[in-house]
């Protein structure tokens, strides 16, 4: 069993970074050049197979523990492009606000920098630096082309982390962290996906554990084998991890953590809150092969 507990270090706080400033995770293809590196560098045991959706990692067809990580999509598309050359995006997204720089995905493969103008007639307007729309076009930027906020992180007291997208990145970071933490040393069965067009099938040995923010917004799943239930129950007790329940779904539980400003265009969230929810799926992978 692996002994060593898995801690925030200066390193993970830079993976991290590079996850929430590289908005290409969304553009045409399904993962960022930050996962192409770290899958190539563990490619003797991340056997990949890729579709429009979903990429599977399955070493083995009988599995202890499955984890599951959804990839969620923070870029809006362009709506509207005026006669001169702003662009207009839906007003409705909470993260986006007037003088925040954005990044534009053109059909050429190029990020272009803008900035939001204040709202007139509740529209959010993309300044770009043109003087009209064929310039737009020039560029290669088109309706339904995607736009993203630039990103950064910030850590406060040392305690806490501080961007934009914490909550759609952290899936990804969780998984990237338990590749690098196990190395070469364990198979970790995983699905990430953007959407899944099939019900997954709850065989009857199965438990489903939802990974929640805020008892609200979902980022990951896993699938345990029932015996290991009263196992992971007491260790989210003695972790002080909240564990509950949902009487309507069998086989079903959830754990949650807390996100301060959840939705907001500054998320908030303890290192520590992380260091447990990786600590935990590490101790899953770890206590189910066992």
């Known amino acids: 069993m692996v002994s060593k507990r898995y801690i ?7 993976v991290f970074y590079k996850l929430l400033s590289n908005s290409s995770f969304y553009n045409k293809n399904l993962l960022s050049d930050i996962w192409r590196i770290y899958s190539h560098n563990y490619n003797n045991k991340l056997l990949v197979k890729k579709t429009k959706h979903i990429i599977v990692n399955k070493q083995h067809n009988i599995f ?11 870029l809006l598309p362009i709506q509207y492009i005026s006669e001169r050359g702003f662009l207009y995006i839906d007003p409705r997204n909470k993260s986006f606000l007037p003088y925040h720089k954005v990044n534009i995905y053109s059909s050429k493969g190029r990020i272009l920098p803008g900035l939001i103008r204040p709202k007139t007639n509740e529209t959010l307007q993309i300044d770009i630096g043109v003087e009209n729309r064929h310039e737009v076009y020039a560029l290669g930027i088109n309706y339904n082309a995607l736009i993203g906020l630039q990103d950064s992180l910030s850590i406060i007291n040392n305690k806490y982390l501080v ?4 909550s759609s990145q952290i899936g990804i970071f969780m998984l990237i962290e338990i590749i690098s933490y196990f190395k070469s040393h364990k198979h970790i069965n995983f699905i990430l996906y953007k959407n899944l067009t099939h019900k997954i099938l709850m065989l009857n040995k199965k438990i489903q554990i939802i990974i929640l923010l805020n008892r609200s917004q979902q980022v990951g799943m896993m699938l345990i084998n029932k015996y290991h239930l009263e196992s992971t129950l007491l260790y989210c007790y003695q972790h002080n991890i909240i564990c509950y329940i949902n009487h309507l779904k069998i086989n079903t539980y959830f754990i949650t953590f807390n996100v301060k400003y959840l939705n907001t265009p500054n998320e908030m969230i ?10 935990f799926v590490i101790w899953i992978f770890t206590r189910c092969d066992n």
């Not at 202890?64 to 923070?74: P, V």
């Open 270 to 279: 303890k290192k520590q809150d992380i260091e447990n929810l990786i600590q």
């Open 64 to 74: 202890n523990a499955l984890l599951f990580i959804q990839l969620i999509n923070n």
């Open 163 to 166: 961007s934009h997208h914490i």
């Open 8 to 14: 925030l270090n200066t390193n993970s706080e830079f």
